[in-house]
């Protein structure tokens, strides 16, 4: 008799999450009012606050996102609004003792010609650099999850003049565990950075009586990139409505949209 042995090998990972140790001190957006060939300087303030040294790589890539709720990071000049041309950052890896702060600077060379006014931008990566060593404990690999910083820095030339242009994509009402939440695509489709504010008046649609007002939060919208505001009307009975939806600015630049909406009992 033939005796036959099955080896069965099971490959596991051993997934170690490292609790990250670099954080950005100075804020994630920096703005600048340019003028033409004019240079500015900026810094990225970082302190590792573990207990071992880390390295740290910074570099530029360009930045963008949708209402879908996806972000895009790309190589520099995949978006026709980048500025990573006209920044110069004085390093791109540095090496943080533990508890150690330091400043990474930066200088913005303005072009002395832009062909469009409006909003530039990219974003700064600040991205720890982790080994990815063979355990000597446990068969297979460990795995060091980092976290990365994406610091954007954002640039107005000649904004006095330029407007706004917000577009609604969308109207959707969706449950969210115990809320009931109007999601409303809208679109930047200008050339100026903008922070606009969703609002939505509620009418009766038999009797055309106002049953309430209700806002998102303000959100921050780069020009050629949407996001989903979310306004809760959870107050709202269920029943079929009027609504006029508004989308202001800082400046209150105002854009409307009507539409029908019906609220289920679900």
């Not at 003028?35 to 606050?49: A, H, I, R, S, W």
């Not at 600040?126 to 404990?137: A, T, Y």
């Not at 107050?235 to 989308?247: F, R, S, T």
Request: a neutral charge.
């Amino acid at each position: 008799m033939i005796k036959r042995i099955l080896f069965l090998l099971v490959f596991i990972l051993h997934f170690t999450t490292l609790q990250a140790s670099i954080v950005v001190l100075n804020g994630l957006t920096h703005f600048y009012k340019v003028e033409n060939g004019q240079v500015y300087k900026g810094k990225v303030t970082l302190q590792n606050t573990g207990n071992m040294a880390q390295n740290v790589k910074i570099f530029l890539q360009d930045f963008s996102y949708r209402a879908d709720g996806t972000t895009y990071y790309t190589a520099p000049h995949t978006n026709e609004k980048s500025n990573t041309d006209w920044i110069k950052l004085n390093t791109n890896l540095i090496s943080l003792k533990a508890k150690e702060r330091t400043e990474v600077y930066f200088e913005i060379n303005v072009p002395d010609k832009i062909a469009q006014s409006g909003t530039y931008w990219s974003v700064i990566i600040v991205e720890p650099v982790e080994d990815i060593k063979p355990s000597n404990d446990n068969p297979g690999i460990n795995i060091t999850s980092v976290v990365r910083y994406a610091i954007q820095v954002i640039t107005n030339y000649d904004t006095e003049n330029v407007k706004p242009s917000l577009k609604f994509e969308s109207v959707k009402i969706e449950k969210e565990g115990q809320q009931r939440i109007v999601k409303v695509g809208i679109a930047n489709n200008g050339n100026l950075y903008c922070r606009p504010t969703a609002n939505i008046e509620i009418y009766h649609r038999k009797t055309g009586e106002k049953v309430g007002t209700f806002s998102s939060m303000t959100m921050a919208l780069l020009p050629n990139t949407s996001k989903s505001f979310n306004i809760d009307i959870s107050k709202i009975l269920p029943d079929k409505y009027n609504a006029v939806i508004i989308a202001t600015d800082e400046d209150e630049n105002a854009f409307a949209l009507n539409v029908e909406l019906e609220v289920k009992n679900d």
